[in-house]
């Protein structure tokens, strides 16, 4: 079965940075294309930063520069390092395998004060 077990949120000021990881289980992890997702408050969710079934990488707006996806196919795990925070960053973060789409984790929340 599918899991997905995301960790790594916190409190952090305007300008901080966090580091989330995202272990995967239940599927072939490294042939997957995986990516993050948050959502606020009163907000839908939306992709934050994804990798395609190519490989190559791809971000929202709102976040290009100041995020980065990357993956350890032979951990089974993905991460996203998000540098320069901003109060509109304030999420709860989701990882997902694209190709389970009814699979969501828990999340972990990420809270950025001004």
């Known amino acids: 079965q599918v899991q997905l077990v995301e960790s790594g949120g916190g409190l952090v000021q305007a300008g901080g940075s966090l580091r989330l990881s995202c272990a995967a289980s239940g599927f072939i992890f490294s042939i997957n294309p995986m990516g993050w997702y948050r959502q606020a408050p009163g907000k839908q969710r939306e992709l934050v930063a994804g990798?395609?079934?190519?490989?190559?990488?791809t971000y929202a707006l709102s976040v290009k520069g100041r995020f980065t996806i990357s993956r350890d196919n032979a951990k089974n795990m993905l991460y996203l390092q998000m540098n320069s925070l901003k109060p509109e960053d304030t999420a709860v973060y989701y990882c997902?395998?694209?190709?389970?789409?009814?699979?969501w984790g828990q999340g972990t929340q990420v809270t950025v004060s001004s």
């Open positions: 997902k395998a694209t190709r389970y789409p009814s699979y």
């Open positions: 990798f395609t079934s190519s490989g190559s990488t």
